[in-house]
């Protein structure tokens, strides 16, 4: 429905050359098909809404009231308002640039079940050809310890994917958050070419 919001034309921010928006379209285009996603890329598009490069940027926009509504992650707001260690590498404009506590920003879930609820996860892996698979095996279990995945839920504000591990009272619990994500087959996000054929049929990348 968010095409329909024509209050916030021209007012709305997103970053359609994103890995995390990608994964979006690609859920929608993998749940509700092809012309159903084409349709919302135009309906979006039509909105005018402001691009940006990545959500940490559109984020502090949002904060400075450049814009008034912002499609991202959670945890760029909750990394705005509370602090926090970057979780992936974005570029040198990404640096931390303080806590903004009383920033006027919140985070705004949909109905349960709805995509725009879909809960991301982060993937790992060792290749075939590695001569340290040995080494990487452990670097894998590493992730999984509680003392990484208490770091990915108190310092970079993600949720962790093996239970017991406590996340900040700030954040949703994670039973909750989880019950809000739709049911979703998450190796279908591995289907990418069509969905970046969509964003350039609808001239966003």
Do not use: C
């Amino acid at each position: 429905n968010l095409p329909r919001l024509q209050d916030v034309e021209g007012r709305m921010g997103w970053t359609p050359a994103y890995s995390s928006f990608q994964d979006f379209v690609t859920a929608m285009r993998v749940s509700e098909g092809t012309d159903t996603t084409r349709a919302w890329l135009r309906g979006m598009k039509d909105l005018n809404p402001k691009s940006y490069t990545s959500n940490t940027p559109m984020i502090r926009a949002l904060a400075a009231g450049e814009i008034d509504m912002a499609l991202t992650n959670h945890y760029y707001v909750l990394r705005l308002k509370h602090g926090g260690a970057e979780g992936e590498y974005e570029g040198d404009e990404e640096e931390e640039e303080g806590v903004q506590d009383s920033a006027p920003v919140e985070t705004y879930r949909f109905a349960e079940g709805d995509l725009g609820n879909l809960a991301l996860v982060t993937g790992a892996g060792v290749l075939q050809t590695s001569n340290q698979s040995e080494e990487a095996q452990q670097f894998l279990q590493f992730l999984l310890s509680e003392t990484a995945q208490s770091y990915a839920a108190n310092r970079v504000n993600e949720y962790p994917v093996v239970s017991g591990t406590e996340v900040p009272n700030y954040m949703v619990p994670v039973d909750s958050a989880l019950a809000l994500s739709p049911e979703f087959d998450f190796q279908r996000l591995q289907e990418m070419d069509p969905t970046l054929d969509l964003l350039r049929d609808a001239g966003l990348l």
